[in-house]
């Protein structure tokens, strides 16, 4: 695809058109995957752009950057998504106004945002991070400590836990993220087999521009898709 041509709304309808072909290619309904563009380093004009091109769902994975430009953009019908790594004493700032944290990547973040979401009087709607393989510079649950601390995070009343996110190891290859999207939603089966009352694993973050359409085929409910709509970064 040609991310270098194109206005940005011409490049969500593409992108909407993409999600729509891969779900209809495996026989799901388009509209259970929502499409999230990943603002970071795109200037808040071109943000307004891509409102102004339909999208509603919009990600930050930087807290510095992102309260500037939720001031900025001021536009009370679009949902923002915290995406990237967040240290434990940013959860203030974000608890309550994010919609969903993806990347709650340890038990000790989850205990910290049900703290403040609980000070807050809210419930904060998360994600899990999952970190399939086995990189140890990227953040997120192994597996098998995901399924430990299961009990723990089912105490924490106020989060609303609603599936799992995971970012595969790079590859320039679409097709190489298919085992670790697949392996994202196996997981998801499994957990929700462990029947804890509180949490609920339908949700389903993964995707980005180079691999979002076979993430779409993998069972996304969430696409996180930053360069092919707004272009190369340059970070
Ligand atoms: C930057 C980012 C994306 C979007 O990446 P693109 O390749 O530009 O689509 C998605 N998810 C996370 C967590 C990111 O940090």
Known sequence: MDVASGSVGARVRLVLDEIRSAALRVG?????????????????????????????????NRLQEALPKIEALDRDDVIWHFIGRLQRRKVKSVVGRFETIHSVDSLALAEEIGRRAQEAGLR??????????????????????????????????????????????????????????????????MLTAQG???????ELSMGMSHDYQVAVEEGATWVRVGTAIFGARHD
């Not at 509209?31 to 919009?58: F, Q, T």
């Open 196 to 202: 804890c009352a509180n949490i609920n694993m339908q």
């Open 124 to 189: 904060q709607r998360i994600l899990l991070e999952v970190n399939l393989g086995g990189e140890a510079s990227k953040g997120g649950f192994e597996s098998g400590a995901l399924l430990a601390a299961l009990p723990a995070l089912n105490g924490l009343l106020s989060l609303d836990i609603r599936g799992l996110m995971t970012i595969p190891p790079p590859s320039t290859l679409a097709e190489d993220a298919r085992p670790y999207f697949r392996r994202l939603r196996e997981l998801a089966q």
């Open 28 to 60: 799901r309904a388009p509209e259970a995957i929502r499409l999230i563009a990943v603002s970071k380093n795109v200037p808040v004009e071109r943000l307004r752009e891509a409102v102004d091109g339909g999208i509603r769902h919009v990600g930050e």
